[in-house]
């Protein structure tokens, strides 16, 4: 009976540390991505700003591709495509070739990588006809300005397999997968911080950060807020708030980096 | 052969086949149900899914099924050792063969009644609780489910012929029975192989998700490397199970004829578990590779995305493993004259399984804190970031590969002198593939990082090819080199310390542990998706819980596991209490 027991407890201590194990890695729910509702009348820039949370959320783009790295991952790099997507196939306007590269990607592969992106507007990724120009808006937006608008024509817009939306009447847009706008929330950093406009909370407005600060800048001013400091802002506040709120604990590296791009890319009002 | 039955036996035999045929006679009625309800039950129809009290139903049903996976690799994995076991005996007319593969078998009389019983626990919570997939998958698969339930039956047959034949029938017609065994037992779960990975890699159906062809609906991307993976995985399985069996009854026993007989028991059960141990890895690269030909979405989600923290969990699990068989085979050498001669390598071993252990468990992105992460630049360090990539950890995974099979090798050498002329020149010959294979895996890893990954990927090929070949070359060299070997001395079987057999039970607790996350992250990689591209999980559990999640319910799901293996040990061990022990010291 004593060996049992022992046997038993052993059994019990190699598990707990096991479960300690899968406590001590990084812990993240994954929520099934939702669709997102367009108003009929997005400016193409607003149209664009969608389709960045798409390209971060929905589209899973960025799980392969990258933005302005200086190595390419699986897939090639999107910073530029902008411009460079009109030139990429005779015959093709930028718009033609995005919206090739969402619904047919192997149609063309860019030298020196290897086929195997899947179809945007299939499953799993499955994003609608809308979104799809949502996305091509913000990739013009890359290295380019965008100019599609949701009442622009695809040549291939209908195959969709899952039309789960339609175009809904004005009134707002909801990024109800949650994109960089909705870590500010979550993290309360818009209690101080202004992202939309310029004028001084607690803190000063970010709505012109990127044009101040590069995307180190940025990092350093969110993990040390203290290194350097906005002139007229009092030091400490925002490290002591950030830290009372487990801020650092919390924070993901993905959601980090989703946060400093966001940043990056608000330039004011140019 | 011995004729070990008992009346008890025979009681048990009854209980053993009627559960089994109460599960068959359950899923039959939950099949016509489900169909009936699909044809005909709108009130049915609209039900999609319920809601198990308490833990909800998906924590309910993966804790079923992922104990009745364990149970099932068990009990297909035992009789598929046995019968090799047998084999030996009987070719070599030594009985302690027959009494140990007997006794293996004595393990799955019980184990089986237990592997029905939760396959129609199973069964019954998935048509309750998920009825709109199970009437899905009912349609696609309705017709394999015919020839499932005749294997089953047939299994039951086989099984307890096979057990209670023992000792009566001539033993040739007794090896063909458990030869009939493991062939249906290998149908049963290419069939319900089918089921799960059709799940995960759908094919043979329409863009609606409608059957087109049912045999590639069976036959789709990942249907045979999961057969090949779950057959060698089930074998490691089972044998770590046994292993412990035999662990458990030599701490339990009263007398050296037992502990002989049992610490021999043990050995032979983990030697079977690690000897399945070492493909293994390259069974999931074939898995790994058909999931990323079927969708490298599919494929990015399990290995770069979602997943890929679970991987360092799987790395610290399968690096404990290599270092539990190194351990106790280490250990093991002190109990055979001889061996002392080695105790000096074993230092060096350790060192190349700690710093592979280390390389393997090392993430690309690292946890950081602010300053940390500041002062490298990022999530990725300077220096360990680079080993954080497949070229560097399927590099260690070789090397690990490779230095637990020198410490096999070390073992067997252990009380053997060889006798040959060309003995040095054949142990040269061994060094010398041994160093060209660690080099050359190595020169793969380090290349690994100039090439373009569709070129990298590829290079995992040739590091297994080696490591595959230089094992299997060394040991037929090891063969002729120790044929008619000077024997030094007598193995002291029994003369273990039992830390030896603690060992043993880590093995097999880490392997449970190791089943159910790879089983966690078989079904969750599908994400939102209970059939992948084909039917979404709009339940409120279509999430994919955080990993510590999974481990608490990975870790309830093995304590479970092993009270029940705790209630099947010892009523096995009811049976063969009188007997092990005379007949090791009759037949020894």
Redesign the interface.
């Given at each position: 009976m004593r060996?049992?027991i022992k046997?038993?407890l052993?059994?019990?201590a190699?598990?707990?540390f096991?479960?300690y194990?899968?406590?001590m890695?990084?812990?993240?729910?994954?929520?099934?991505p939702m669709t997102i509702e367009l108003r009929a009348d997005l400016t193409p820039a607003e149209l664009a700003e969608i389709g960045r949370q798409i390209v971060a959320g929905k589209g899973?783009c960025l799980?392969?591709h990258t933005i302005g790295a200086d190595k390419p991952g699986?897939f090639p790099d999107l910073g530029g495509i902008g411009a460079r997507a009109a030139h990429r196939k005779p015959g093709y306007s930028d718009v033609d070739y995005l919206a090739e590269s969402l619904y047919r990607p192997n149609a063309y592969i860019v030298p020196?990588f290897?086929p195997?992106?899947?179809q945007v507007n299939?499953?799993?990724?499955g994003l609608t006809d809308q979104e799809i120009l949502a996305v091509i808006a913000y990739l013009q937006s890359l290295g380019g300005t965008p100019t599609v608008t949701l009442k622009t024509k695809l040549k291939w817009a209908g195959e969709t397999?899952t039309q789960e939306t339609a175009p809904a009447p004005a009134g707002g847009t909801e990024g109800a997968g949650g994109g960089p706008q909705a870590l500010f929330t979550k993290y309360l950093c818009t209690t101080c911080h202004k992202l939309d406009a310029p004028g001084k909370l607690v803190g000063p407005s970010l709505y012109d950060v990127g044009s101040r600060l590069s995307k180190g800048e940025i990092y350093?001013a969110i993990?040390?807020p203290d290194a350097t400091v906005a002139p007229g802002f009092p030091p400490g506040i925002m490290s002591a708030t950030l830290k009372a709120n487990k801020f650092?604990q919390k924070v993901t590296?993905a959601e980090l980096k989703a946060m400093v791009d966001y940043l990056a890319s608000l330039k004011g009002d140019k | 052969m011995a004729n070990c039955e008992l009346p008890a036996e025979r009681r048990r035999a009854c209980l053993g086949f009627g559960l089994p045929l109460a599960f068959l006679l359950l899923a039959a009625s939950l099949v016509l149900a489900a169909n009936g309800a699909q044809e005909g039950g709108a009130v049915t129809k609209a039900v999609e899914y319920r809601h198990f009290p308490v833990i909800g139903s998906r924590v309910a049903v993966w804790i079923i099924a992922q104990l009745h996976l364990m149970f099932g690799a068990f009990v297909l994995a035992v009789p598929m050792f046995a019968l090799i076991i047998e084999f030996i005996g009987y070719k070599t007319g030594d009985k302690r063969y027959d009494q140990l593969a007997y006794e293996f078998t004595r393990l799955l009389s019980v184990s089986f009644s237990f592997t029905a019983s939760l396959g129609a626990l199973l069964t019954f919570m998935l048509f309750i609780l998920y009825p709109k997939v199970m009437n899905y998958l009912t349609q696609i698969f309705s017709w394999t489910f015919f020839p499932y339930v005749l294997l089953f039956f047939l299994e039951a047959v086989f099984l307890y012929s096979y057990y209670y034949g023992w000792g009566k029938f001539h033993p040739v017609t007794h090896l063909l029975i458990g030869l009939a065994l493991n062939l249906v037992g290998i149908g049963i779960i290419f069939i319900a192989d089918a089921w799960l990975t059709f799940m995960n890699t759908p094919r043979g159906i329409d863009q609606a998700g409608h059957l087109v062809n049912l045999w590639e609906a069976i036959n789709n991307y990942i249907w045979m490397p999961i057969n090949i993976h779950r057959l060698i995985a089930n074998i490691s399985f089972g044998g770590s199970i046994a292993a412990a069996y035999g662990a458990y009854r030599f701490l339990a026993s009263s007398t050296p004829e037992e502990r002989a007989h049992y610490d021999w028991m043990g050995y032979v059960g983990n030697f079977i578990a690690i000897s399945a141990l070492l493909p293994l890895p390259f069974a999931g690269y074939w898995l790994g590779t058909e999931i990323y030909a079927y969708s490298q979405t599919l494929g990015v989600v399990l290995m770069g995305g979602t997943f890929s923290w679970l991987f360092i969990i799987q790395a610290v699990l399968i690096g404990n493993l290599f270092l539990a068989a190194n351990y106790y085979l280490w250990v093991s050498m002190q109990r055979i004259e001889g061996a002392e001669r080695y105790y000096r390598f074993i230092k060096y071993l350790l060192a190349s399984i700690t710093l592979c252990f280390l390389v393997w468990a090392t993430p690309h992105s690292l946890v950081a804190t602010v300053q940390e992460a500041r002062a490298m630049g990022g999530q990725h360090h300077p220096i360990l970031g680079v080993l954080g990539v497949m070229s560097a950890k399927n590099t260690a995974v070789n090397i690990l590969i490779l230095t637990t099979y020198i410490s096999f090798l070390l073992y067997r050498r252990g009380n053997k002198e060889p006798t040959v002329s060309w003995a040095r020149t054949g142990n040269l010959i061994q060094f010398a593939i041994f160093a060209f294979a660690v080099v050359f895996v190595i020169f793969l890893g380090v290349y690994g990082y100039f090439v373009e990954a569709k070129v990298r990927i590829r290079l995992s090929v040739p590091q297994v090819l080696t490591v595959l070949l230089t094992m299997i070359v060394v040991t037929l060299i090891d063969v002729f080199m120790f044929k008619n070997a000077r024997i030094k001395g007598p193995i002291r079987w029994g003369e273990m310390p039992a830390r030896s057999q603690y060992a043993l039970f880590f093995i097999a607790i880490t392997f449970a542990w190791t089943m159910g996350l790879m089983g966690y992250v078989r079904s969750g990689m599908r994400q939102h998706w209970h059939v992948y591209n084909v039917m979404k999980d709009t339940s409120p559990d279509a999430y994919t819980p955080t990993l510590g999640f999974a481990a608490n319910v990975i870790t309830i799901t093995v304590l479970i596991f092993f009270s029940f293996i705790a209630v099947i040990f010892w009523l096995t061990g009811l049976t063969s209490k009188k007997s092990s022990g005379a007949k090791w010291e009759a037949s020894a």
């Open positions: 060996t049992t046997i038993f052993f059994t019990v190699v598990s707990l096991y479960t194990v899968g406590h890695v990084p812990q993240k729910e994954f929520h099934p899973t799980t392969c699986r020196g290897a195997g992106m899947p299939k499953p799993p990724i397999a350093e993990m040390d650092y590296p | -």
